[in-house]
């Protein structure tokens, strides 16, 4: 739970009452954990999109991927940006520019007449918003109001990925097939546009302040120059483990999920099926997320890491077995497997980034940590669609998910410092 306020005789702290500490931590989180799975549940909708758009465009699987792919690098590029943003001009302008920028590309791609225009509006416009209202700028307000529960708040909004999954891709796939395509993206982009004005009456300076105690340590560490940058941090080997982490951790699963409903409607399943499945497996993460970022507080990341990554490559064995053998307890494996472990990565990166950068430009610092996550994915979405169209299957995109998996949990187990506890980062 939220941190306790300490009273004026032992602290120089204002004495803020504990309950209303929690009360505005758990609704801060809330917040979070809400827009976090729009900006995902919208974003990951790609793999809902991409037949109907291969149809009407005609183009090839690589070409058409490279869309995600595009999204994926400026999202890389794009998350150290805005942590500076939200860093130096505040959350309210952060979500509103996001949830703005966001809102107005998906208006526009309901118009594209040409792939290049979804490259811009769905890949560039769509990656400036997630940057700016997705698990940079949450995890940053939730470590402002949580101390000693941190891993379970990240893992709440982590969670929210799935949420977002299982809420938006049946929705989006309903509106694909009795719509159209461009009827969908005029309706995400409208939504969007309605949160943006809705978040404007939130208390945003109540939000952004923290908890009095967490406010109190920031400025001390202020105060005595012992606050991290991002210069400082890239000069040490958790920044540079970290960043690896989320760039395998990124190739494994975006080489798979992009093409995940093409590839299941390939084995015999209807659209809507294929797309129900996708989003199962995204509320199957909310459960292992949540679980994942439990266990880390109680037995190590190092640990939920290892668990986490020999699911992933157990799933895609199921995975691929299911061309030939398609029933429901194969793709219900997959599920298990593969579904439980989705984003249950993302909470653990976040708390060792919190923890070992805390205060300063700690936003700016898992910004860049982040870029890694979208040169992992661009390469995991775009290679699968090349693979796809060199080999004209899919086994060769699963081999290389299960690489990436495994290149993941090397880095947690030979890496000093990614364990968390009392270890201090390594200078490279």
Known sequence: MANQS???STSNVPFVSPKDVQRTALSVLFFCTLISALSRGVSESFAVFLLPIAHEFKADRGALTATYSIYMVALGFMSPIAGTVFDQLGARLCYSVGLCVMGISYLLASQASSLWHLYLLTGLGGAIGVAMIGMLPASSLVSRWFQKKLSTAMGVISASIGTGVLVFSPLIQSLVEHHGWRT???FLGVLLLTVMLAIQFLPWML???GS???A????KRASEGSAWTLSRAMRTLVFWALFAVMFFTSVSTYAVTVQLVAYLVHCGLSPLQAATVYGVAGMASIGGIIVSSI????IGEVRVAIVSYGSTIAGLVALAFFSNTPSLLVLGLFVLLFGTMQGSRGPLVAVLSSRNFAGGRQTGIYGSVLFGMGMGGALGSWG????YDLTGGYLASFILSASGAACGMLLFVTVPGLGGGKKQVNKV
Do not use: D, M, N, Y
Not at 295 to 298: G, Q, V
Not at 384 to 387: P, V
């Open 216 to 219: 109190a340590l920031r400025a």
């Open 6 to 8: 300490v009273t004026p």
């Open 295 to 298: 266990l880390a507080e109680k």
């Open 384 to 387: 699968s669609g090349i693979l």
């Open 212 to 214: 009095p105690e967490i």
């Open 184 to 186: 969908a993206f005029q």
């Open 207 to 209: 939000i952004s302040k």
